[in-house]
């Protein structure tokens, strides 16, 4: 009998996996402990153990439960799919997909029969894998998980057409899928459809917006399907909103205006100039981003140095030059930039004299 209060292993059992759902993985471990304590011999304690092991990264302790629960029940599936997906983990796919097969002799079941293909398919055993999966689909074609792994089968022998119907059922199935909807991008992008592409990125925001990598996708496709400003405009800002401290995005984003800028300087379209200054404006916004959110890294500062420059703010570029060396005085970066910025400030005030100069009413005689 357990005192008054305490609680039992399965209760713990279920608050564990409560934690895990919510990402909290040290407490979770923690309460199946504490369950083990109670119950060292429950199964679902130690299947419990070896799943949040995985979650930690730490598969040996993962593998060694898996073994346990296999030990203390032999004659149930749990066990070796446990140790087969541990084991799957480490890259042992010889010996997850052999665990895998016997979970699934004793209990058949569609996340067993997954885990085999994409064993086969590490193994090279392609044709395999594609095999299986197209055997299951007569049964499962409801489930958006097959078909992103048959996507993912038809990839592997470079059936980019197969692998792209796949994986927009899998999309159809699950449109609030963010791993879906990023491979049925990826394939897409792979048959150069850039064009189909962009809404794929621009969804992947939606679905994920503390996720870079949908930026930087779309930021790369707004480069080779269009050069809109007022788009990359609400790119940025959307970026400012979801992830105002990625400096390392605010940065690409900037790199990416910059070369932009850079094909219209190349260019000799009339009015690409002030396409040109538009574009310059909003790389110094992104890196103005870059900085606030890291205002230790010199190197956002030294790279706005260079935009300011290419747009004359040369007393913003000499602020931005003066910040890096009060950080770092011995920054030779900065040091040149300098030195380079008094001579064209010098340079520009010249010019600016002399213009005055001639603009003024000469005496006659």
């Not at 707004?222 to 940025?236: E, G, I, T, Y």
């Not at 920054?331 to 002399?354: E, I, M, P, W, Y």
Request: proline letters at 5%.
């Amino acid at each position: 009998m357990l005192p008054a209060g305490a609680e039992s292993a399965r209760e713990l059992h279920s608050q564990a996996m409560a934690l895990v759902k919510r990402g909290q993985l040290q407490p979770a471990l923690d309460k199946e402990q504490a369950a083990g304590k109670l119950e060292p011999k429950s199964v679902l304690v130690h299947r419990g153990l070896s799943f949040i092991y995985t979650q930690l990264g730490e598969l040996d302790q993962a593998t060694a439960e898996a073994q346990k629960v296999v030990e203390l029940a032999p004659g149930e599936a749990a066990g070796y799919y446990s140790l087969g997906y541990a084991l799957q983990l480490r890259g042992m796919q010889a010996a997850a997909l052999s665990e895998y097969r016997r979970a699934n002799t004793l209990a058949p079941s569609l996340n067993c029969q997954l885990n085999i293909a994409q064993c086969l398919l590490a193994l090279n055993r392609r044709q395999q894998a594609i095999k299986l999966l197209e055997s299951l689909s007569a049964q499962h074609a409801d489930d958006f998980r097959l078909w992103m792994n048959l996507a993912a089968a038809y990839c592997s022998i470079g059936d980019v057409l197969g692998a792209d119907q796949a994986a927009r059922k899998a999309v159809m199935l699950s449109p609030d899928s963010y791993e879906a909807t990023r491979m049925l991008l990826d394939i897409t992008l792979a048959r150069m459809k850039p064009n189909q592409a962009e809404p794929l990125a621009r969804r992947l925001i939606e679905l994920k917006p503390e996720d870079d990598k949908a930026y930087r996708y779309l930021a790369d496709l707004k480069s080779v399907v269009d050069d809109r400003p007022p788009d990359a405009d609400q790119l940025l800002a959307l970026a400012r909103h979801n992830l105002p401290q990625d400096d390392a995005l605010f940065a690409y984003l900037a790199q990416d205006f910059m070369q932009r800028a850079a094909r219209l300087r190349a260019g000799t379209l009339a009015g690409d100039w002030r396409r040109q200054h538009t574009w310059f404006g909003l790389a110094e916004r992104a890196l103005s981003y870059a900085v606030e959110a890291a205002p230790g890294n010199p190197s956002h500062r030294l790279a706005l140095v260079e935009v300011l420059k290419m747009e004359h703010k040369f007393p913003d570029a000499l602020s931005q030059v003066e910040a890096v060396l009060h950080l770092d005085p011995m920054n030779s970066q900065a040091k040149a930039q300098l030195s380079q910025l008094k001579v064209a400030r010098n340079d520009l005030a010249g010019a600016l004299r002399q213009w005055i100069y001639q603009l003024l009413p000469r005496r006659p005689g």
